[in-house]
């Protein structure tokens, strides 16, 4: 592990272009739970199967339904920036490294103080009115389900929807650009905290035209025949490290 550590830090520092893409693993240690571990959201029981809740036919057609979901399992309160994540925004204020690509949706790298972040599958912070567009954020959503059980627009009564990608939705076309671009840029990809399974973001590592991949992950992914470094740790061992 030790050696590996070392290899990482060179791999860092002689790097002019670092990217870190990341994935519900770099949330867990902040008591976000992952989607597909044993313990993960897919595992647990329901009356629909979490794919289905969350996607965007289901939040047009059983509205109360997904909102239930949602806020017991994705609007998760108190919680914290940890070591990757802080780490990760000092990287980035001392120039090592110019971009996170996230999937997650919690908002915890900019609240670690991270910049310049592409959040590819949206943000729980962000809320939309679906008919005339007006923006609420994440504590206001919080309160709004503490008295009702869906969500209303304040100026014209419509329902509104978090700005988080559900299942049948396309990504964003100008994060996915952004983030295509970073990667393609990079000398260095830091992989971390992903099975890298999810599609289409999964297969943005494809754009990657560098020297290194670096893949942590606390179990084994599809792609780690691609890796030059692979640490089988969690996320917050390794960066506490750095």
């Known amino acids: ?9 060179a ?21 976000i739970p992952d989607f597909r571990s044993v313990d993960g959201l897919y595992n647990q029981k329901w009356d629909y199967p979490p794919e289905t ?13 997904f909102y239930r979901f949602y806020k017991e399992k994705l609007l998760v309160s108190g919680i914290k920036p940890n070591i990757t994540h802080i780490k990760l925004a000092e990287m980035e204020r001392d120039k090592k490294l110019s971009a996170v690509i996230t999937q997650n949706i919690d908002g915890l790298h900019q609240a ?15 809320n939309y009115c679906t008919k005339c567009g007006a923006f609420y ?6 309160s709004s389900l503490e008295k009702s059980s869906v969500p209303r627009c304040e100026k014209c009564g419509a329902v509104i ?3 988080v990608v559900l299942y049948e939705e396309p990504l964003n076309e100008k994060v996915v650009d952004g983030a295509i671009n970073a990667i393609s840029s990079a000398e260095l990809l ?10 289409p973001a999964a297969g943005m590592i494809q754009y990657f035209q560098g020297e290194n ?4 992950n606390r179990d084994p992914t599809p792609s780690d025949g691609i890796a030059s470094l692979i640490l089988h740790e969690s996320l917050g061992n390794v960066f506490s490290q750095l």
Do not use: C, W
């Not at 809740?53 to 339904?65: Q, R, V």
């Not at 830091?190 to 599609?199: A, D, F, R, W």
């Open 213 to 216: 991949i670096v893949l942590i």
């Open 112 to 126: 670690a103080g991270s910049q310049n972040v592409f959040e590819l599958h949206g943000s729980v912070l962000r």
């Open 161 to 163: 929807k978090p700005d």
């Open 1 to 9: 592990m030790e050696e590996k550590i070392e290899k990482l830090k």
């Open 53 to 65: 809740i969350l996607s965007a036919s289901f939040f047009h057609s059983n509205t109360e339904e």
């Open 190 to 199: 830091i992989i971390g905290g992903t099975s890298l399974t999810v599609y």
């Open 137 to 142: 954020d994440g504590p206001h959503i919080a």
């Open 11 to 31: 791999l860092i520092s002689r790097s002019r272009q670092t990217v870190f893409f990341g994935g519900a693993g770099v949330s867990t240690e902040s008591g």
